[in-house]
Structure formats: structure tokens, C-alpha cells
């Protein structure tokens, strides 16, 4: 679904969490969004919401068999251009 061009420029902390996901090639999970870099729930919702980032829900297992269910962000293409066109 293609996303349309945003008319309004990033908010500092959209752009600071785009800056985080750009330098992470695989996404980062969002409580260590929230809990490393203090962004809240909603900041990131609304990226997911706008198009700028992506959210998908993923199974992980550790070393010691524990499984958990994280969600894992992951900048759009949109958010790409965002970054560039802000």
C-alpha cells in the first residue's frame, strides 16, 4: 500500500527515533525502544500509523528455551525519505 507524502516535517523526537531505526539494518524490538532510547508507545504507534516505520510480531527463544513475544520495528522506505526530505 503505497503511503502518501507527508506535509508536515518531523517531530524531533520522530526524526531521533528514525535515526534509530536507520543505524539498526534488522529493526529493534519496541520495550528496548522504550526503555533504552525513552520512546513512548504512542511516538512509535504513530510512526507504525504514518508509515514511517513498521511493526511485526516475532517469536524469540533464548539460549535457554524461554520463548517471548516481541514486536520488532523497523524503518519504512517513507521513513527513509522522511529523514531526507526533513
Given at each position: 500500500m503505497a503511503v502518501?507524502?507527508?506535509n508536515t516535517p518531523l517531530s524531533a523526537e520522530q526524526r531521533r527515533a528514525l535515526?534509530?531505526?536507520i543505524k539498526n539494518?534488522?529493526?529493534v524490538i519496541e520495550d528496548l525502544l522504550m526503555?533504552?532510547?525513552g520512546f513512548s508507545?504512542?511516538?512509535i504507534a504513530g510512526l507504525v500509523d504514518e508509515g514511517l516505520a513498521t511493526a511485526r510480531r516475532e517469536v524469540v527463544t533464548s539460549a535457554g528455551g524461554t520463548t517471548v513475544d516481541?514486536?520488532?520495528?523497523?524503518i519504512s522506505?517513507?521513513?527513509?525519505?522522511a529523514l531526507e526530505d526533513d
Amino acid at each position: 500500500m503505497a503511503v502518501p507524502p507527508r506535509n508536515t516535517p518531523l517531530s524531533a523526537e520522530q526524526r531521533r527515533a528514525l535515526l534509530v531505526l536507520i543505524k539498526n539494518r534488522h529493526g529493534v524490538i519496541e520495550d528496548l525502544l522504550m526503555l533504552t532510547h525513552g520512546f513512548s508507545r504512542g511516538l512509535i504507534a504513530g510512526l507504525v500509523d504514518e508509515g514511517l516505520a513498521t511493526a511485526r510480531r516475532e517469536v524469540v527463544t533464548s539460549a535457554g528455551g524461554t520463548t517471548v513475544d516481541v514486536v520488532r520495528i523497523r524503518i519504512s522506505d517513507a521513513g527513509r525519505r522522511a529523514l531526507e526530505d526533513d
